[in-house]
């Protein structure tokens, strides 16, 4: 429990020798570089093409927004329950109040929560749709995340039309304790209730998807998606390694890996997720 009696760190005199300036903050700029194969595109273009990189194909995070543009027909989306707000049931404090740092996500996301959903179309057919934002405290899961998702697939049920879920976050949220939790419960409740309805639940994984949520609703989808190398998992890889005490084989956690081990049905590349989810709700739907 180390972290909840964090040691100030000792700040550096100003007598120290000038280190040279730090490098832009990603995100920040006009120009975009890609972090594995060093492509430069200006940033304009890079959000023009889904922040996917046009020399390797990486798939940035694409904020939550675009998410719905990128697969709903266009002016299709309705959002619901945005007014849903995080309380703090535990006076949770750890390195700071989590009052605090609530507030301070609500400015820096412009969110309420990590985690928006409604209703729109793809190709024609109503689905009801929900996304994590990961921008939000690493996209974790509390009380108003797993109450948005039953919700999510509540409206599916009562509306008798497929569901689709966007995953992308650290797990459940440590700052609403054993309430983050009972999410897991709670959300696989509601997708047990959906089945006798027999229409879809997409469960579409994208960078990363671990914890509580890999381990409940995420998981449980009719068909499973992942975009390309996307980390998916419950515990974190050193912490497996310490367990079994063993080393993990290459790509372990990664999409690839877990497609070729049975674990997802298909990697999907986001130029073509549109295209792809039109084509299941017309099989299946
Ligand atoms: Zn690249």
Request: proline share 7%; glycine share 10%.
């Amino acid at each position: 429990m180390a972290w909840f009696s964090k040691q100030k760190k000792v700040k550096a005199k100003d007598s120290t020798p000038a280190s040279p300036p730090p490098p832009p903050a990603k995100g920040e700029g006009i120009w975009y570089k890609c972090d594995d194969c060093e492509t430069v595109v200006s940033r304009a273009d890079h959000e023009k093409n889904w922040n996917v990189c046009p020399g390797c194909g990486r798939h940035d995070a694409l904020p939550i927004r675009r998410r719905f543009e990128l697969v709903l027909d266009p002016g299709t989306f309705q959002e619901l329950d945005a007014d849903l707000t995080p309380q703090d049931p535990l006076n949770f404090v750890d390195a700071k109040k989590y009052r605090d740092r609530l507030k301070s996500t609500y400015k820096t996301s412009g969110l309420r929560d990590a985690f928006i959903s409604g209703v729109g179309a793809i190709s024609g057919v109503p689905v009801s749709i929900g996304s994590f934002a990961f921008e939000f405290m690493g996209g974790s899961m509390g009380s108003v995340v797993g109450e948005k998702v039953a919700r999510v697939i509540d409206r599916a049920y009562e509306r008798r039309i497929p569901c689709i879920v966007f995953s992308s976050t650290g797990g459940a949220r440590m700052q609403e304790g054993i309430f983050s939790l009972m999410q897991m419960a709670k959300t696989s409740a509601a997708l047990n209730r959906f089945r006798s309805v027999k229409k879809p639940y997409v469960s579409v994984m994208l960078h990363p998807t671990t914890g509580g949520v890999a381990a409940s609703f995420a998981w449980l989808g009719d068909v499973v998606i992942a975009e390309p190398k996307a980390l998916i998992g419950f515990a974190g890889p050193r912490v497996i390694e310490q367990t079994i005490r063993e080393k993990l084989p290459p790509g372990f956690q990664r999409s690839e890996f877990l497609l070729e081990h049975g674990m997802i049905d298909a990697i999907v590349h986001r130029h073509e997720l549109r295209a792809k989810l039109g084509q299941l709700l017309g099989l299946l739907a």
